[in-house]
Structure formats: C-alpha cells, structure tokens
C-alpha cells in the first residue's frame, strides 16, 4: 500500500498497542495536536501489516512514524512528529533534534526497556473513543 494512496496514511504513528506508556503517549498527542493531523495505528494491527517492514511490526519495542512516504523510528519518529504537529511543539522537536542521534535513542532505549514494568501492559490493544475513531486506524 502507497502511503501516499490515503490522506488518512498520510502521518501515521505506529505504537505498541498494549504498552500503557504507549497508550497515553497517544493520549497525549491526540491533546496536543489541534489540527488532527496526526493518525494512530497499533504495531499488532492491519494497518502496520499493510504498510510496514515485517521486521518494524514485530520489534514492538520501536515507535514508527510514517510520514511523506518515509518511516521514522525510536527518537527520530518522536522528533518529525513533534514537527509535524507544529507551533511550540515544532521548537520541542527542533531542539530535540540538536540532540545527537545516539543520545537520543540511547535515552529512548532505556525508556523502551522499562516502559511494561513502569506503566504496565494491557491484555489487549487500545479502543478508540466514538471521538477518537477517524483518528486511530486498525
């Protein structure tokens, strides 16, 4: 599937959907992004299978974003989707990029290996509320 086929494809994060960190990241930047620019997909659903890497949608430790036709993972995901949501949070990601790459995903990585045991892991992947379901894709 072309990323470009769907204007629903067109910035996609992929997360773990039964990582509890993850979930309220979504949370999170479902808040912050006023504009609904954003679409969210479970690394476990059909569309990661559709539009990603068999290698992407099995290591569920990385968070992937699909944006312009290219994939993003681990901080660099984190730093185009700040600048994709814009305004003060376009800054947060330009300074965040400032931050070499392997300090970034050294940080993200120990985030990652922590995240089940800290904020826990649910039996199955997130529910999107009525409000939320052009948002969050299968």
């Avoid at 992929?14 to 509890?20: N, R």
């Avoid at 476990?44 to 036709?69: H, W």
């Avoid at 400032?98 to 970034?104: D, E, H, S, T, Y």
């Amino acid at each position: 599937m072309s990323a470009n086929s769907d204007s629903k494809l067109s910035h996609v994060v992929f997360f773990d959907g039964i990582c509890g960190f993850c979930n309220r990241s979504v949370n999170f930047l479902m808040g912050i992004d006023r504009h609904n620019r954003l679409r969210f997909a479970p690394l476990q659903g059909s569309t990661a299978s559709q539009c990603l890497p068999a290698e992407l949608q099995q290591n569920l430790d990385t968070l992937v974003f699909l944006t312009e036709g290219r994939l993003y993972v681990r901080s660099a995901a984190v730093v185009r989707i700040l600048c994709v949501i814009g305004g003060v949070w376009r800054v947060a990601g330009i300074l965040l990029w400032l931050i070499p790459l392997p300090i970034r995903d050294a940080c993200y990585r120990l985030v990652s290996r922590i995240r089940y045991r800290v904020f826990g892991k649910h039996e199955t992947c997130r529910l999107p509320k009525p409000e939320e379901r052009g948002l969050v894709l299968d």
